[in-house]
C-alpha cells in the first residue's frame, strides 16, 4: 500500500479497518451523493434534497467553530481501498448534560454488513467518553433497520424504550427504538 499524501486525509482516530478522518471539501460531491442517495438515506431520515452547494458549507470554517460545538462528524475512510465511504459522528450534543445522538452511514451498500459502521460507531463512543467526557450517548433506531438495531446491542447500547409510530417511512408510521450507553457501564464493559 502506497503512503497516504499528508494534504489528502488527516487522520483523526486510527482504526482497523477504517479510519475517522477530517471531511475534505474535495469529498463535498460523495457526501451530496450518500446524503440523497434513497438507498442510504431510507432510514437516517433525510428527508429533504441537499443541494452541493449546501454541502460544500459544512466544510468551511465559521467564526463559532472556535469555540464549543453541538455536533463532529468525520469521514469514514477504508484504508485498504484507500477512499472515503461514509460518515459517522455525534450530533445534539448537550454540554450542560453530557450527552449526544451518535449516527453512522455508510454511503455504499457494497460496504453494509462487514462490521465497519460498528467499527466507526465503537471509535466514535471511545472518543465521546474518553476525550468529550461525555455521560451518555443515545440513539434511535427504526423498527425495520435490523442491522442498525443487532448493532446497537452490539456496542453495549440498551434500550430505553419504544416511540411508537415515531416516523413515516414508505407510506407508514414506525415506531423507533430508543437505546443509551452511559460512560459507567461502557468502562465496565472496556474493563472486562
Known amino acids: 500500500m502506497e503512503e497516504r499524501k499528508e494534504e489528502e486525509i488527516f487522520v483523526f482516530i486510527e482504526g482497523d479497518k477504517i479510519d475517522l478522518v477530517v471531511g475534505h471539501s474535495k469529498w463535498a460531491d460523495l457526501t451530496c451523493k450518500w446524503m440523497n442517495d434513497p438507498k442510504v438515506r431510507h432510514y437516517s ?3 429533504w434534497p441537499l443541494t452541493l452547494d449546501e454541502v460544500k ?3 468551511e470554517p465559521s467564526s463559532s467553530d472556535r469555540g464549543t460545538r453541538d455536533f463532529v462528524v468525520l469521514t469514514i475512510y477504508h484504508k485498504q481501498d484507500e477512499r ?3 460518515t459517522v459522528g455525534l450530533n445534539r450534543i448537550n454540554w450542560i448534560y453530557r450527552t449526544a445522538n451518535i449516527f453512522a ?3 455504499y451498500p457494497e460496504y453494509w ?5 460498528g467499527e466507526a460507531s465503537e471509535l466514535m463512543i471511545n472518543y465521546g467518553f474518553e476525550e468529550l467526557n461525555l455521560n451518555k450517548i443515545y440513539s434511535g433506531v427504526f423498527e425495520p433497520n435490523k442491522r442498525s438495531l443487532r448493532a446497537a446491542e452490539k456496542l453495549g447500547f440498551k434500550k430505553e424504550g419504544v416511540s411508537i409510530q ?3 417511512v414508505d407510506g407508514k408510521y414506525l415506531d423507533a427504538h430508543k437505546f443509551y450507553l ?3 457501564d461502557w468502562l465496565k464493559r472496556k474493563q472486562s
Open 45 to 47: 431520515r433525510n428527508v
Open 57 to 59: 458549507k459544512w466544510f
Open 84 to 86: 472515503p465511504i461514509g
Open 105 to 107: 452511514a455508510i454511503g
Open 113 to 117: 454488513g462487514k462490521g465497519i459502521a
Open 166 to 168: 415515531d416516523v413515516y
Open 182 to 184: 452511559l460512560k459507567e
